[in-house]
């Protein structure tokens, strides 16, 4: 009775996107008027699959930075923190979303946090005050952040409408609406 | 001393990020104003580039300037030489290969001598404003302005390296080691929360050939171990600056890095040294309580007091410093 009643859901599930295209929605970040990198941009999609094969998401020490400097990730994703540097570092956020504190690790090690909570997480090194990045957890598989040259691309979308937001360092979350389809392209723009 | 903190400022602020200005090179500048009841006012500047070069190189440049109102007192000489020139610090290009689960990294030119607890962020601006007693010039042990210039090696895994360093001795400090050959050997283990080092160094003396005799061999251990926000570190320095003459002793630091704390932690540092040298024998002990708050991402306050047997330059046993630092990256 219980596998029926999960296959039953599965494949109402899976039909609710029946007769939907889904594509790649591309866009652009700025602040009036000017590229912006970094920026996070996500869609409101509850109920939507995770992605099948999703990137193991990195947060890199090297250079005595982290690299990238805004990484965005889905509920429950675990976010490997590798030292690519011959010095110590020690990575902690404390204030956030996910609070954690590393400890010190030498080059070569990689640890890793799950991120459970949605939400930002800024993260810090406690040997190195000048590093720093943020996390942003979010509770859909809709989501890009911006690169040097300001454009993002959330992959895989459905079209519909959704609710989007955005969101980027110092600034704050921007929300509105958008009805994705074969020629939609996103402009987020700071006022 | 104000023209010269200018120039560097200038360098940091306006020079630097435009020749600079190849992608991933970061420029980073630091500026400090100190008082300390040793009587020593001191100022400071750095700037440091640093960044990937071509072919997974990567560039490590420092230059730095300070100055003190008086001579003789170790206060803010934790990392930084204090005589008022511009001179350049680390100045390397490094590459680090990991394959598989090891590590090989090679470092070529000029850096700081590898024994030990010895990079640049685990003593300046990390709390404390005074270099320990082991690596304070005069005190004929180590010294946190002994500088390598030559080419470092370091293999193994993350658990456990050895790393090798051959060149010769290129130091920055008022007391530099003669030239010559120059060896430092680190082996390093990591496990959980606490890694270990044995270090050894032999190398020429900093006293002239005409005073001292043979080379100065030391070795070392070294322990670090942190949970929780709490970081315990220390070393232990034994060896001969020169023939028949003793330098041995130690240090312990205690950092506190607890949320609740917000941007203040606390540190403290109990040290020992004893130098046996006939008549020229010394042996201090010292005690020092101090934080260091990070007001915002840029600006940071140290503040240490602290306490030992023999006297401070001025005749005193106890002192207090305190410290500010801008530092900004671009």
């Not at chain 1, 609070?99 to 991120?115: H, R």
């Not at chain 1, 989007?164 to 006022?191: E, K």
């Not at chain 2, 630091?30 to 750095?46: F, I, N, P």
């Not at chain 2, 404390?128 to 690596?135: D, G, S």
Request: proline share 7%.
């Amino acid at each position: 009775m219980t596998r029926a009643a999960t296959v039953i859901l599965a494949v109402a599930v899976w039909g609710s996107g029946l007769g939907r295209e889904s594509l790649d929605l591309s866009g652009t970040a700025e602040v009036r008027g000017k590229s912006v990198a970094d920026a996070v941009v996500w869609l409101d999609a509850p109920g939507a699959p995770r992605p099948a094969h999703p990137v193991e998401p990195v947060l890199d020490q090297t250079n005595l930075q982290f690299s990238p400097h805004v990484l965005a990730v889905q509920v429950g994703a675990t976010v490997k923190f590798p030292n690519d540097d011959r010095v110590f570092h020690n990575v902690f956020s404390t204030h956030d979303a996910t609070t954690f504190d590393l400890g010190l690790y030498p080059v070569g090690m990689v640890k890793e946090i799950p991120f459970n909570k949605p939400g930002l997480s800024r993260i810090f090194c406690s040997i190195h005050p000048q590093m720093a990045a943020y996390v942003m957890v979010l509770d859909t598989p809709y989501f890009a952040v911006s690169d040097s040259a300001d454009h993002f691309v959330i992959r895989g979308v459905l079209t519909a409408t959704y609710r989007y937001h955005a969101w980027r360092p110092g600034g704050p979350i921007l929300n509105s609406q958008l009805d994705v389809g074969p020629a939609t392209v996103l402009t987020v723009d700071w006022p | 001393m104000i023209r010269r903190l200018v120039a560097t400022v200038w360098i940091a602020a306006v020079a630097l990020p435009v020749a600079a200005r190849a992608q991933s090179i970061t420029t980073e500048a630091a500026v400090s104003a100190g008082r300390s009841t040793d009587g020593t006012d001191a100022a400071a500047a750095q700037i440091r580039v640093f960044g990937p070069l071509m072919d997974s190189w990567r560039l490590y440049f420092e230059a730095a300037w300070g100055n003190v109102s008086t001579q003789g007192s170790d206060a803010f000489g934790s990392a930084y030489p204090y005589d008022g020139r511009v001179r350049p610090m680390e100045a390397f290009t490094e590459r680090l290969f990991q394959p598989g689960k090891s590590i090989l990294g090679l470092r070529i030119g000029r850096y700081r001598t590898p024994f030990g607890i010895s990079g640049r962020s685990d003593y300046a601006y990390g709390g404390f404003t005074r270099a320990p007693l082991i690596r304070y010039d005069p005190t004929y042990g180590l010294s946190n302005l002994y500088f390598e210039g030559g080419v470092d090696v370091i293999a193994g895994r993350p658990a456990l390296s050895v790393e090798g360093s051959v060149g010769t001795a290129a130091d920055a400090g008022p007391d530099c080691r003669r030239p010559g050959a120059d060896l430092v050997i680190r082996t390093q283990g990591y496990y959980h929360s606490l890694i270990v080092g044995v270090s050894y160094l032999n190398t020429p003396p900093t006293l002239p050939g005409t005073i001292v005799q043979g080379r100065t061999a030391l070795g070392g251990i070294d322990a670090r171990w942190m949970l929780d926000g709490i970081e315990l570190r220390g070393e232990w320095v034994d060896g001969e600056p020169f023939d028949g003459v003793v330098t041995r002793g130690g240090y312990l630091d205690l950092m506190v890095h607890r949320p609740h704390f917000g941007p203040v932690t606390p540190v403290a540092r109990v040290e020992y040294l004893d130098y046996s040298a006939g008549p020229f024998s010394a042996y201090p002990r010292r005690v020092t309580a101090g934080v260091a708050v990070r007001v915002n991402t840029a600006l940071a306050v140290q503040l240490d007091g602290l306490h030992q047997g023999q006297p401070l330059i001025n005749g005193r046993r106890t002192g207090l410093d305190i410290g500010l630092t801008y530092t900004v990256r671009h």
